[in-house]
């Protein structure tokens, strides 16, 4: 039973983190007032550029140094990511377009691009990579079950845990933070005390989607063992994602939690024999409970556990 | 002693499409002095403010700070010259606490020092607040004294203060006017937005006039009066060509009695209010925007929650649906500031918009287009609409021909109550015209109509009888032809409240009720039951 649970867990984590990204990049955006549902695309745009990022490694170096390659996934990954994001804020935020329909369209964009320009890649040099992509701490096995669960994992994992602590301090700390909360909840508001509000939103949503892009790239590398793009179901992640930042309440540090919860559910059925059905039936969880907290909040009328109150609305200054 | 200057505006103009919200005003406030801005609604004050907070841009005119031509494109240029608004509607943030909201957007570094320094500035005005307080916590009074420490805090040399009394108590006003007081002792310039004029002759050194736009006069306080003051601000009376149908009237249709309605942050849009319709008979509401006119509409068509009696041919219709209220014959048509959003749907037909009045008489699932499109065709050829077919979406039409199909469809349904409010807002005067005709040919029908308007000249000529409300109190009911404009301006501003000057007169209490005075009090009872069963 204890093997068990400690294996679960440390799936659990491992699995979260896909989640975690996208959570964390979204909360950022939605906290300038902008619903992004263009996330699931942005996190398929980034596993792209991670691809990307890889093969040019492999055409300079030849053996693996863990440090570049690493850093050439993050870099384009980041980099093909914040090419989504700008497409998505040049609509919403200059050319005020509806942000529904403009996220969709991203992910459908998003999706579409990976899966075509996916098929090119070399996937020997992938799955090379995977192996380095999944190492970090050495010599976690002496630590036995603790070392299993907190240090089995690559990079990515823990880079995801600081980034929500990050962004938690960003958003709640720093006099920054706070002006980009104000023009989620009052763009009139920031706007009447001099704060740039589209500068803030382009800035908010370039740096969320270059960290909910990490997920993409984070899934295809180390939990997806470098198979490519073509079986890879990012998107299906990236609304989990989405769905993380709602149960999450907006803020980070419960995503992090929510993320190992949401993993947990996502791997669980994997862990025990049940039939092909009932994993569905699990893989419907996660969303139920997303619904659960919804509803728990709006009747419970938690102040601070509100959506930002601009949330999804464009912000023109001259508008009577 | 000459004082100095602080702000001169010079010829400004402002235009929103093709309307003038400003022309050419000149202003000049002086520095150490409190300066009113009095006008009535759509006088452009607000919006001639807003240029001076860098939220609106001029078209045309120069301002000037401290004698120098000053250029202000953004809010953040408005500071830089020392200027700072409190806009009517708050602008704060509701989730974060006062000292959130007063840092907010500040350039300089926050430290511990920075909270000692606001609330140097609070006890200095004599402001009590509490810095950690959210402002979802806080009543209206004190988000307005937060947004005032903002704006010191700010080194603010300006103060412009948009309506700040509007929502305060007698008690808070008179606080608010010390604060100001010491403001001005401080050498700060104070601009107060205001259409009450006790208040512009209590606090001002100085009071500026606009009118529909355009600045009329500049007087010092202490060589006027109230009286003067009405008159340039409503203007002198216009003769319209306007008739008013001189029929008999009926007993009354509609009777409403003690109405208390509440708007929508809860505080009090409507209270004790009684009033009658009588059929063939136009009763005008004039009063200032905000009065508690949309919420007394909303109320008698049942949109709104409300406490008293209502009956309709002596009928109590408290507690009715929507449905119900229009089904027996009350249509109401409000126009928005916006013209859409209330009544009509912007990007469905005309036809469309026909059937979503009617919808209910649909037999079967699916819509009688058919019938729709023959509605939508008589209305276009009854009140000559310019629509190039009636499948157009009706925000492609002109504002005009929006309100004639609005006002139309309610009248198409045979009612024998008509609730219009501001039904030629934005029009030309012919399509004006077109909408009053309408109006007179349902009075000669022995309809009821209550008529919301915003032009005094026109409430004077064209309804029979005007009701003033002045902060959702009735300040009196009147015969047309038994008052003028000023009186009129000095009701609506609250100046004078007939209720009160003659007690014995019975305001809005008919004296051919349908129901005699004990089957009111029965009815009255029977409501105050419902209503305290609801509460519990």
């Known amino acids: 039973m204890a093997t068990f649970l400690i294996n679960l867990i440390t799936s659990a984590v491992a699995m979260g983190t896909v989640f975690l990204y996208g959570c964390v990049g979204e909360t950022l955006i939605e906290k300038g007032g902008n619903l992004n549902l263009g996330i699931p695309g942005v996190m398929c745009l980034g596993a792209l550029g991670g691809g990307v990022g890889v093969t040019l490694y492999y055409m300079i170096f030849e053996n693996e140094i863990w440090f570049f390659l690493i850093l050439f996934s993050l870099v384009f990954t980041m980099i093909f990511a914040m090419l989504g994001g700008l497409i998505y804020a040049f609509l919403t935020v200059t050319l005020k377009a509806n942000q529904n329909v403009t996220g969709l369209v991203l992910t459908t964009f998003g999706v579409g691009v990976m899966k075509f320009f996916g098929k090119n890649f070399n996937l020997i040099t992938f799955s090379q990579s995977s192996a380095i992509f999944k190492k970090f701490f050495v010599g976690y096995e002496a630590l036995g079950d603790f070392g299993k669960v907190f240090l089995s994992h690559g990079f990515y994992v823990y880079l995801a845990i600081v980034l929500a602590v990050l962004v938690s301090i960003f958003l709640n700390k720093t006099k920054t933070g706070l002006f980009l909360r104000s023009v989620g909840e009052s763009p009139q508001t920031a706007d009447s005390q001099g704060i740039n509000v589209d500068k803030y939103k382009y800035s908010a949503i370039l740096v969320g989607c270059a960290i909910a892009g990490l997920g993409g790239t984070y899934y295809v590398f180390d939990r997806f063992g470098g198979q490519g793009f073509s079986d890879a179901a990012i998107d299906a992640f990236g609304w989990l994602a989405v769905a993380l930042v709602i149960f999450s309440t907006w803020r980070p540090g419960i995503g992090i939690l929510g993320s190992i919860l949401f993993g947990g559910l996502y791997v669980l059925p994997y862990c025990i024999e049940i039939s092909k059905s009932q994993i569905k039936l699990f893989a419907m969880l996660p969303y139920i409970i997303t619904v659960l907290v919804l509803i728990l909040t709006s009747m419970l009328d938690a102040k601070n556990s509100q959506p930002p109150n601009s949330l999804g609305i464009n912000y023109f200054r001259e508008e009577r | ?536």
């Open chain 2, 1 to 536: 002693m000459e004082k100095e200057i602080a702000i001169k505006l010079v010829n400004i103009s402002k235009r929103f499409k093709n309307i003038y919200a400003n022309k050419n005003v000149n202003l000049t406030l002086y520095k150490g002095e409190v300066l009113s801005v009095l006008g009535e609604n759509g006088s452009g004050k607000t919006t001639l403010m807003n240029m001076l907070a860098g939220i609106y841009q001029p078209e045309e005119g120069e301002i000037y700070v401290n004698g120098e031509l000053a250029s202000i494109h953004s809010p953040k240029d408005s500071f830089k010259y020392g200027i700072g608004m409190v806009h009517q509607h708050f602008k704060l943030v509701d989730v974060f606490t006062a000292y959130e909201n007063i840092i907010l957007g500040l350039d300089r570094k926050t430290s511990k020092n920075t909270i000692n320094e606001i609330k140097a500035i609070a006890q200095r005005y004599g402001f009590e607040v509490d810095l950690k307080k959210k402002i979802h916590d806080m009543s209206v009074s004190e988000k307005q004294t937060v947004e005032i420490i903002k704006v010191l805090y700010k080194n603010a040399n300006v103060l412009i203060l948009d309506e700040p009394t509007a929502v305060l108590t007698p008690q808070e006003t008179n606080k608010l006017f010390n604060v100001i007081k010491k403001m001005r002792e401080d050498n700060k310039s104070i601009i107060i937005i205001t259409h009450k004029l006790n208040e512009v002759m209590e606090i001002s050194d100085r009071v500026t006039i606009l009118r529909k736009g355009e600045y009329i006069t500049t007087l010092n306080t202490n060589e006027t009066n109230e009286k003067e003051l009405t008159e340039y601000m409503v203007g002198k009376k216009i003769d319209l060509n306007l008739e008013r149908l001189r029929i008999q009237a009926t007993q009354p249709i509609l009777e409403i009695r003690d109405l208390n309605v509440l708007k929508d942050d809860g505080t009090v849009a409507i209270e004790h209010l009684d009033f009658y319709l009588r059929g063939g008979q136009i009763l005008g509401v004039a009063g200032i925007a905000g009065c508690g006119q949309k919420e007394m509409c909303e109320a008698i068509v049942g949109l709104r929650k409300f406490k008293g009696s209502i009956t309709h041919f002596g009928k109590s219709i408290v507690g009715f649906s929507p449905e119900k209220i229009k089904e027996i014959g009350i249509s109401m048509s409000f126009i928005p500031e916006d013209r859409l959003g209330l009544g009509l749907a912007p990007n469905l037909s005309i036809t469309d918009n026909m059937l979503l009045k009617t919808y209910n008489d649909n037999k079967g699932i699916f819509v009688d287009r058919t019938r729709g499109r023959k509605e939508a065709e008589d209305l276009i050829k009854r009140y000559n609409v310019v629509a190039p077919s009636t499948e157009v979406p009706v925000k492609n039409l002109s504002g005009g021909n929006i309100q004639k199909i609005l006002v139309g469809r309610e009248i198409g349904t045979n009612p024998n109550v008509i609730i219009t409010a501001y039904p030629v807002r934005g029009l030309d005067i012919n399509s004006s015209y077109m909408i009053y005709d309408i109006l007179n040919e349902e009075k000669a029908k022995n309809t009821a109509i209550l008529f919301i308007g915003e032009d005094l000249d026109v409430l004077m000529t064209f309804c029979d009888k005007i009701m003033v409300l002045c902060h959702g109190k009735n300040m009196g009911i009147i015969h047309t032809k038994n008052t003028n404009k000023e009186e009129i301006g000095l009701m609506m501003t609250g100046a004078l409240d007939l209720t009160q000057v003659k007690k014995e007169e019975k305001y809005g209490i008919a004296e051919d009720s349908r129901l005699s005075e004990d089957e009111w009090k029965k009815l009255r009872e029977e409501d105050q039951k419902n209503e305290d069963r609801e509460q519990s």
